[in-house]
């Protein structure tokens, strides 16, 4: 069994974490690039980075049932996948040179294989939910007495 802590919250998953860092720096990195790139590529390798994080969040709490968990993962390597495909687009606008662009993929890269191993162990983290993994129980009745 794993020596590895046990996530109350998408945001304690390491593969959040990284994910969210990236999405940081590429959001930094684009803002140099051209004005006229802002509506096309900065736009696209930001959402795209934007994406990784939010698929993961949306696959936690999707993680009741394995299949919706898995679907929303695989979301998450996509956009990562996207986000490989703008670098190489900005290393060839010369936007960026070869090690920044050799940098982030291979960071990506390693998203990807965060996001394949939760794939692959998708029983671990799916199934019945513990009470202490969700947000405190919403009052639906306000002031509700049952009526005889």
Known sequence: MSNLPHA?????????????????EVFRLTKSFPKDEMFSLTSQIRRSARSVGANIAEAWAKRRYENHFI???TDADGEQQE?????GTALDC??????QAAQFVTRYEEVGRLLGGMIE?????????????RESSAEYFVNATIAD
């Open 83 to 87: 986000t490989q495909h703008w670098f």
């Open 94 to 99: 010369e936007y960026i040179n070869q090690q």
């Open 121 to 133: 162990k998708s029983d671990r983290f799916c199934g019945e939910l513990q009470k202490t993994s």
């Open 8 to 24: 109350s919250s998408f945001r304690d998953l390491l593969v959040y974490q990284k994910a969210k860092q990236l999405e940081r």
């Open 71 to 73: 679907s929303k993962l």
